[in-house]
């Protein structure tokens, strides 16, 4: 493990973290975060982690009240979102008790935790947060360090939001964990999140709802390679746990479910019109004002294709640096988000490094 580092002069304004929660994701962070010379202090629901976490230099507390004593820094909450309210009531004289604590979390849905956060009377200590890093697996045992490599981190502020405290995230997420940040507010991240986790895990487990309800579905099981196998990677996660996220964001996956929906009922629909008018011709393709539907289905996602070659292939993404004011701050880096820069790191609190890649 590195060295414990000594707050100095410059961007380093975290030295001690609180982790609550040693899950997959609150126990790879706590793991990284010990590695790369943070002291970590952390507690979990159940002691049953404790052992190892201390093996790796974690220090693990058996309450709330004594991992306070640690004055974290940044207190990140990596617990189940159920479980929320019930733990930031407890925090909540805690935290009174230690004003500079820093209070961020690792929530898939950012509005719920938000209003969950007002409810207690911690707003003012909160910024929130989403590592875009995971897998099909929970639990400590499955905690790993390179869970986090070059991961994304959406940082999610609103007007409020003290500038000081967001640093405070920012520099755990550039420095601490060495990833890079985009800041959103909390409902461009829901709808954002919606769109590229929690819509694609209800389409994956359908596909093997459909698998498991063939009667060929042995067969199909035995075919299977690397086309179902990347459509189904993420059904393999704990069915409690994908259910769980996709009823935290219930309205903007129920808006994408239905769009998607609507695209593969008009599909279905221009291949039964071909077929009804006999109009399959040798070689298998399909004649008439449906085969240009058809084509222009599978065509309209080019743009995507292009970002991903572009990225790809890119190599090394340019830099430049970014000045980021006092007023309107969020704004700013708002728009820098939706122009596809990401800050990698600070010169110092009002001047990023921002990385700039392929936009679509």
Avoid at 32 to 60: K, M, S, T
Wanted: hydrophobic residues 45%; charged residues 25%.
């Amino acid at each position: 493990m590195a060295a414990h580092r000594k707050r100095t002069k410059g961007t380093v304004v975290v030295d001690t973290v609180g982790i609550v929660g040693l899950g997959l994701i609150g126990g790879s962070l706590a793991r990284r975060l010990a590695q790369r010379g943070i002291r970590v202090v952390a507690w979990n629901h159940r002691p049953h982690p404790y052992a190892q976490a201390e093996a790796d230099g974690i220090f693990c507390k058996s309450t709330l009240a004594e991992l306070m004593t640690a004055e974290p820094d940044v207190l990140v909450l990596c617990n189940p979102l159920k479980a929320m309210p019930a733990i930031l009531a407890e925090l909540k004289p805690l935290l009174d008790e230690h004003p500079a604590t820093t209070l961020t979390d690792v929530g898939s849905v950012k509005g719920m935790v938000r209003n969950q956060v007002k409810a207690a009377g911690l707003a003012d200590k909160y910024v929130g947060a989403h590592p875009m890093a995971g897998n099909e697996l929970s639990g400590w045992q499955a905690a790993d360090p390179g869970l986090y490599d070059d991961a994304l981190w959406a940082v999610t502020v609103d007007e409020p939001t003290d500038y000081r405290r967001f640093f405070a995230v920012a520099s755990l997420i550039t420095e601490g964990v060495g990833n890079r940040i985009i800041v959103l507010d909390d409902e461009t991240h829901d709808k954002a999140a919606a769109m590229i986790s929690h819509m694609p895990h209800v389409v994956s487990t359908a596909l093997i709802n459909e698998l498991t309800a063939n009667p060929d579905r042995n067969v199909a099981a035995a075919l299977a390679a690397g086309c179902w196998r990347d459509m189904t990677r993420v059904a393999l996660t704990d069915p409690d746990r994908t259910r769980a996220m996709v009823e935290e964001d219930a309205l903007n996956v129920e808006v994408l479910l239905r769009r998607m929906a609507s695209r593969l009922t008009d599909m279905a629909d221009q291949l039964h019109a071909e077929q009804d008018q006999g109009s399959i011709v040798r070689g298998g393709s399909l004649k008439g004002d449906a085969a240009a539907h058809i084509r222009k289905f599978f065509a309209a996602g080019d743009p995507f294709r292009r970002y991903k070659a572009q990225t790809s292939s890119a190599g090394d993404f340019p830099a430049r640096e970014l000045e980021i004011p006092e007023a309107g701050w969020q704004q700013t880096l708002l728009f820098s988000a939706r122009r596809g820069e990401a800050i990698t790191s600070f010169i110092h609190p009002h001047q990023a490094v921002i990385q700039i890649r392929p936009a679509i």
